[in-house]
Structure formats: C-alpha cells, structure tokens
Nanobody, 123 residues
C-alpha cells in the first residue's frame, strides 16, 4: 500500500486547510486510516483516525472540535479538514494506514506511511 499526502501550506492563525491522502495498492475494509504530525524537536503524535468499515472516528484532545477526518473508501482517500488553526498545529502531517489495528491512536499499530506534508500556521 502506498500513501500520498497533499494539501499542506502556510496559513494564518484562525484559518483552515484540508489535507488529503490517496492510497494505492490493495487495501481492506478492516483498515484504519490515521493522521499524525511531527513538529520540530518533538515526537510524532496522533491527530485523528477513522475506521474504514464503520466510519468510527478518533481525535486527539488538542484537535477535537477543530479537525474533522473523513474517508471515501470507493476512492481510497482520507481527508483531514483543519479549522481554526493555531501556531501549535505547525508540523509535518503524515497519513498512515493500519491493518485492523487494535488501538487506532497508537503509532506502533500503523503499517504504512505517506511522505508527509508541511503545515505552517503563522500568528
């Protein structure tokens, strides 16, 4: 499975961006799709995830209510709508896929990773 993330950029605080992740290769309805981010000098952290089968979503507390993850399994794409962005959201954002992960928020559960897209929020 190959993942290609896009949609990053530079935005002012309070603005919005939409990230997209396109998957190619053989996927399954049991997969979980997630977004993670890594700021300079920090560890990669969980942002949001969605199950392909039931559309269940998970969010980090820091983005809950501002970010929305969605997926289209007919097109094998996952999106992350980011609203009311803050300077603390500045990071490289990665999409990832897990084969039936038991814990969607755990980075170690994810098997496939995209290349990352930069999001920069200015104050």
């Amino acid at each position: 499975v190959q993942l290609q993330a896009s949609g990053g950029g530079l935005v002012q605080a309070g603005g919005s961006l939409r990230l997209s992740c396109a998957a190619s290769g053989r996927t399954s309805s049991s997969y979980i799709w997630g977004w993670f981010r890594q700021a300079p000098g920090k560890e990669r952290e969980f942002v949001a995830a969605i199950t392909w089968s039931g559309g269940r979503t998970y969010y980090a507390d820091s983005v809950n209510g501002r970010f929305t993850i969605s997926g289209d399994n007919t097109k094998s794409t996952v999106s992350l709508q980011m609203n009311n962005l803050k300077p603390d959201d500045t990071a490289v954002y990665y999409c990832a896929a897990a084969r039936g992960a038991a814990a969607a928020t755990y980075i170690s559960e994810y098997n496939y990773w995209g290349q990352g897209t930069q999001v920069t929020v200015s104050s």
